[in-house]
């Protein structure tokens, strides 16, 4: 058994419906359970201009899958809610990307654990915080409530509200 932290993402369409939705897919694979859910946020995009506000969420599940075979699970569930991959960080209906795996790392074509980006964005560890503030960065060497604190020293809060 893992544990997996997933981050939830979308800018298109009933978002919260959607998060709902895949949480309930997520639980229901194979040898699968939710641990913690994180309150739902609001947050300005990153990157490509001119896009609707996000929703962010982590959530945790202990998994006996392998996490290739849940990364093409997630893929699975964001492809039955809509997802389609146009425009490289363009807008979409729903994002599941794997951040973490317990304090594993892991560097294959298709999967690198931690999240490469993860320091970098309010939007994952504001909800990562809410549930696991003394998750410890492998390779950073720091829990997830300094790597906050960090990025809160040269950037303004990006929250934008509280969905639940
Ligand atoms: N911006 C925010 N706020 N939230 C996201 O989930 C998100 N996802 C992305 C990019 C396009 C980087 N921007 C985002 O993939």
Known sequence: ???????????LGDVPAAFHSA????TALASTRLMASSRCYRTPPIGPEGQPDYYNAIITINS???????LNELQNIENQH????IE??????????????????????????PHPLMQQRQFVLRPL????????HPLLNQTASTLLA???IVEKPLKRGLIW
Request: hydrophobic share 45%; glycine share 6%; net charge positive.
């Open 64 to 70: 006996a899958l392998e996490p290739l075979v849940l």
């Open 129 to 136: 915080c809410d549930i696991h503030p003394n998750w410890h």
């Open 1 to 11: 058994m893992k544990t997996f932290y997933i981050a939830l993402g979308g800018n």
């Open 88 to 113: 490289h960080w363009g807008a979409r209906t729903l994002d599941l990307d794997i951040i973490a795996i317990d304090k594993q790392t892991i560097t294959l074509p298709r999967l690198t654990i």
């Open 82 to 85: 809509g997802r389609l991959r």
């Open 23 to 26: 949480r309930k897919a997520i």
């Open 150 to 152: 960090n990025l809160l």
